[in-house]
Nanobody, 124 residues
Framework: QVQLVESGGGLVQAGGSLRLSCAAS????????MGWFRQAPGKEREFVAT????????HYADSVKGRFTISRDNTKNTVYLQMDSLKPEDTAVYYC?????????????????WGQGTQVTVSS
């Protein structure tokens, strides 16, 4: 059974940084694309970033481009989201997910397993 466990969320002031981690188990991590999504209260879930199976390709939502960096360590079965220059509008529950494909995936419907989420709160 595939499991994804996020960590690293918390409370940070605007302009600060956080690094989220997502540890995967249950299938060969290095074969699959990974993604980060977020959902703020009262809003739809939205795409944040995705990375291909070997980490050679990445793609970001316009709202986070230049501030967030997605990466992965296939030796540790872990994907990361480095978040810098955080803004209050980044406040949300952040979810990692895995898709049964090699390459970057923006569409949430193509991801088949999701983590439980980690709360990120950015104060102004």
């Amino acid at each position: 059974q595939v499991q994804l466990v996020e960590s690293g969320g918390g409370l940070v002031q605007a302009g600060g940084s956080l690094r989220l981690s997502c540890a995967a188990s249950g299938r060969t991590f290095s074969n699959y694309a990974m993604g980060w999504f977020r959902q703020a209260p009262g809003k739809e879930r939205e795409f944040v970033a995705t990375i291909s199976y070997r980490g050679g390709s990445t793609h970001y939502a316009d709202s986070v481009k230049g501030r967030f960096t997605i990466s992965r360590d296939n030796t540790k079965n872990t994907v990361y989201l480095q978040m810098d220059s955080l803004k209050p509008e980044d406040t949300a529950v952040y979810y990692c997910a895995t898709a049964p494909v090699h390459f970057i995936v923006v569409d949430a419907n193509r991801y088949d397993y999701w983590g439980q989420g980690t709360q990120v709160t950015v104060s102004s």
